[in-house]
Each structure stands twice: as C-alpha cells, then as structure tokens.
C-alpha cells in the first residue's frame, strides 16, 4: 500500500490499483476531510484505516494540537472508523481535536508568557540548539534584549544560526561562556528572566552535561541578577547520563531560599517515572 498526495487528495494505491481516496482541504486552524471513500472490495481489511493514517500523518495529526473534521456516511463501519481514530460526533460531522501531554519546557515557556512582559531583557543560560532562546526574543519583542550561553561553542553557533533564519539576531546574541560565570556577564539587579534547561546538548556528546559544580553557583548569580519580580525558571533532569545528583543539588537549594525574599514552585509530573523533568520556578520579591 502506499498514498500519494495530488494537490487537496490522498490517493491510496495497491500496487498499481487505486482502492481509496480522501480529499483534505485547511480551513482556518483546522483541516476538513471529506469524500473519504475505499473500493467496496477492499474494504475490512485495513486499507481505510491506513489512507485515514497517512492523511491525519500528512496534516499533523500526531505532532503538536491538531484539529480535524471527517464527513462520513452512517454505516456501522465508518462509525467504528473515526472512532477508532479519536474522532467524535459534531453536528453532521466528526470532530478530532488533539492536545498533546504537557512537556517540561512547555510549561515553563507557558508560565514565562503569562508572567513577563515584552522589552524586558532576558538571559538563556543554558542555550543548546537555541529553542529557548528564539522563544526568549519572541516574547521580548523589538524592544527588548536576550542573552543566551553556553559552554560549547555548536550551541553557541547553533544558536545564532537559529537567530538569524528566524530575524531575531537584532534582538538576541549567543555568547560562549559557562554559566558558572553568570555573574561577569550579567549586572545584578539587571534581568528580568533567566531561563536554565539543564542536562546535555541534544544531538551531540552525551557524556558532556551540566553539573552541581557550576548550576549551583550559575542560579545563586541568576538570583542575584534578577530585578525584584524577576523569574528565574530552571528544567532539571535525571535518569541520563548525569544521574539525579544536579536535580537533587538544585531542589535542596531552591527549597532552602528564604520565604521573605523568593516564592518558589516545584512542579512535578506526579504519576509519571521518578526521572520526569522538572520545571521550577523562583520569582524574587522586593516589590
């Protein structure tokens, strides 16, 4: 089996033999599916399940939020067909809206949008492929700045690589640095945010991640660098090569700060594996 995309169809072929067709057009943030149709002959036998895959595959069906809606006939079998994909009935319509499992940095950028302003200057201090960063600059806007840093320099070309393809080089620069040396490239009492994804650079060597050594004195100078109501928001990770010493090193200090200066929150994936990343977060009080 194997479908071909024709302009708005999915056209499924046996061999040389079309047995199924799908029509799929985008309408606003969604995408509607229709004139869904498998040769008679080939039906019960899988063939409508996989075009319907392929075509919910082809319009990011299984990546990120989605939204679809299916025109079927009313037969027991097409019923069993969307459902069995997660469709629902709307009216004369089957509706499919996926939202995927919240993610670790997905909260964190979520809360970071709720809680900071545009012009602000922000600070990536662990900025690997440059995800945090380009969301840094976004949320900042023309008038504001971000700094990002890391260790090694791919990140750090990486990273302005990334800038550059999205614009955003006038607003945001990576620098090779160690993060232990926050407090020399960043004034106290200047920040607004300063973001951590601690670990290891995705998609390069493993065996090189961050440590107790240098995160601990790297989030007391992130503090330090914070503007009262400032936020300093930090993923931990354990499970991988690292172990669980950083995550436990940083939870210890995080809940030992001082009520009357910082409110910090822990959030945990309560019913997932123990290595669950961990987005936290302080604000700084001084207001």
């Not at 961050?210 to 109501?229: C, F, H, I, M, Q």
């Not at 669980?244 to 030992?256: M, P, T, V």
């Not at 302080?282 to 207001?287: E, L």
Request: aromatic content about 10%; some cysteine; proline content about 6%.
């Amino acid at each position: 089996m194997r479908v071909i995309r024709e302009g708005e169809e999915f056209l499924l072929y046996k061999e040389k033999l079309l047995v199924g067709r799908c029509s799929c057009v985008q309408q606003g943030e969604g995408w509607q599916l229709a004139s869904f149709w498998v040769d008679p002959a080939w039906r019960r036998k899988g063939y409508g399940s996989f075009l319907l895959r392929q075509v919910l595959k082809s319009t990011g069906g299984y990546t990120g939020e989605s939204l679809h809606f299916l025109t079927l006939g009313e037969s027991p079998a097409e019923k069993a067909l969307a459902e069995k994909f997660g469709f629902s009935p709307a009216g004369n319509l089957w509706r499919r809206h996926r939202v995927p499992d919240p993610t670790a940095v997905g909260l964190t950028h979520d809360f970071l949008r709720q809680n900071l302003l545009p012009g602000g200057f922000f600070v990536d201090a662990t900025c690997g492929n440059g995800g945090d960063t380009e969301f840094l600059c976004r949320l900042a806007g023309p008038g504001g700045r971000v700094l990002a840093l890391d260790l090694q320099q791919q990140a750090v070309d990486n990273t302005n690589a990334r800038l550059a393809a999205a614009g955003l080089s006038d607003i945001g620069r990576a620098v090779q640095a160690d993060h232990a040396n926050l407090a020399q490239l960043v004034e106290a009492g200047s920040a607004d945010c300063v973001v951590f994804n601690f670990g290891y650079l995705p998609g390069a060597d493993h065996s090189l991640f961050t440590t107790p050594k240098s995160s601990l004195p790297a989030v007391e100078a992130a503090l330090a660098a914070l503007r009262p109501g400032g936020i300093l928001a930090a993923c931990l990770y354990s499970g991988g090569p690292n172990g669980d010493g950083e995550k436990n090193a940083l939870l210890e200090f995080f809940r030992a700060l001082p009520i009357r200066e910082y409110t910090v929150l822990v959030c945990e994936f309560a019913n997932w594996a123990p290595t669950a990343p961990l987005p936290c977060f302080v604000r700084k009080k001084g207001w």
